[in-house]
């Protein structure tokens, strides 16, 4: 089968969408379809595009033998909502070109957002006559109405409508937690048309990734310290004064290293923030290299993940699974009705606290200084969890739903 994968981030970007969007190209070309990648240029998480790339509008390259065709795209150096649209509609621009030099195809599978990408898989699946196959990474309208970046802009109904046509069009419709699939069909997905397609991992290769010692040999001033750390997009979904606010009850504490690592669009404010409250325990760090990433994880003792409330309450975070996998005891701090919350909570994966009850996220840490042995549970259950989400597994099971497609279209006309 001929299958097309468009993402906005894809090889070599490495963290968030562009993860799932290359390893699901690899995998497809592995089990032997003729796979093409329509992109842009590398830009994420830094947000800035590698200087051999900058002047580019198009060019052709190969990932694992895969073809991928890259599109010009605007990558803004201050992040506001207007440059974040400007941003996408040159993407999308671009895409469209690429999908014709693509040529025809049997499947069309797009991770979003943007939400607009959706239309133009619409249109190229009656064009060719293919499957569309739309995997939804992230509630891009609901996310930026509660962090105040659309306010009552027109485009918002516009781009609703977008989003609720390309569903309704699509032959299927996927996306990465319970939460996040109930709302897609509110927005009028069919129900049999919806799949929950989690985010995976190769459990056996990231429990390997990384070497103990190797990130406290390249930060030095953080041996023999208790490392609580997070490490990712330094966004303002991720609410990471949280992660300040309980540094600054421990300021005292000399043994402790509060890390906060990666950039992002809130690094600016966040350690403006840290300036006033936080204390000679919390530390910032740039972004990591994947292999560095994993070594981080192998020497923290703590990974600590948060959301802010109502920005990312249907979303399980993509990042808990490489933790787990790491066998990592994870703090969570987010709302209690979010789906990261009562994954943890329920399933005892970690310590988990609502992210505005500062008391209590001081109780638990104060509790695992006292007792860390008591703590190892988690890691251990944590551990067994992620197995389900296992690379093999989970994308086996997707391409049976999609051969299920296949089947459907085949048996229908034998009934007419």
């Known amino acids: ?5 468009s993402s906005m981030t894809f090889a070599p970007d490495h963290s968030g969408i562009s993860l799932y969007s290359t390893d699901f190209a690899t995998y497809a070309s592995e089990i032997g379809h003729d796979v093409t990648v329509v992109t842009g240029f ?31 795209l605007y990558v803004p150096k201050k992040v506001t909502s207007i440059t974040r649209m400007l941003q996408e509609i040159t993407f999308l621009i671009f895409v469209f070109f690429n999908f014709l030099r693509a040529g025809r195809q049997d499947a069309i599978v797009l991770f979003t957002t943007p939400i607009n990408l959706g239309l133009i898989g619409v249109f190229f699946q009656k064009l060719w006559k293919a499957k569309l196959i739309i995997n939804v990474q992230d509630l891009q309208l609901e996310a930026a109405q509660s962090l105040g970046m659309l306010g009552k802009l027109p485009i918002v109904e516009v781009m609703g409508k977008a989003e609720r046509y ?7 419709v996927t996306s990465i937690s319970h939460a996040m699939v109930n709302i897609i069909k509110q927005k009028g997905a069919l129900d049999d048309k919806v799949y929950l397609w989690p985010n995976w991992i190769d459990v056996k290769d990231a429990s390997n990734k990384g070497i103990k010692g190797n990130f406290i040999k390249k930060y030095p001033e953080y041996k023999d310290k208790i490392i609580i750390g997070y490490a990712g997009n330094v966004g303002v979904k991720q609410s990471l004064s949280s992660l300040v606010d309980l540094s600054e009850q421990f300021k005292d504490r000399d043994d402790l290293a509060f890390l906060i690592i990666g950039s992002g669009g809130d690094r600016d404010n966040l350690k403006e923030y ?9 530390h910032f ?4 290299s994947q292999e560095d990433y994993y070594s981080f994880l192998s020497d923290a003792d703590i990974v600590y993940l948060s959301q802010k409330k109502d920005s990312g309450d249907a979303y399980f975070p993509s990042k808990l699974l490489g933790i787990m996998a790491k066998a990592k005891l994870t703090f969570v701090a987010a ?11 329920e399933n005892s994966l970690g310590m988990s606290s609502d992210i505005e009850d500062l008391t209590h996220m001081k109780e638990l840490l104060t509790e695992y200084l006292k007792n860390r042995d008591e703590f190892k549970k988690y890691e251990v259950n944590s551990f067994r969890f992620v197995h389900q989400f296992d690379r093999k597994i989970v994308l086996e099971s997707l391409f049976n739903e999609i051969d299920n497609l296949n089947l459907r279209d085949a048996y229908q006309p034998a009934l007419a």
């Open 42 to 72: 590398s830009w994420y998480p830094n947000w800035v595009k590698r200087p051999e790339d900058k002047g580019k509008l198009f060019q052709t390259d190969s990932y694992k033998g895969i073809k991928v065709l890259r599109g010009y």
């Open 166 to 172: 390309s569903y309704q069009k699509a032959d299927l």
């Open 335 to 345: 709302c209690r009705n979010s789906e990261i919350y009562k994954v943890v909570t």
């Open 274 to 282: 840290a300036a006033k409250k936080a204390g000679s325990n919390l």
């Open 1 to 5: 089968m001929k299958i097309l994968v």
């Open 285 to 288: 760090i740039d972004f990591l």
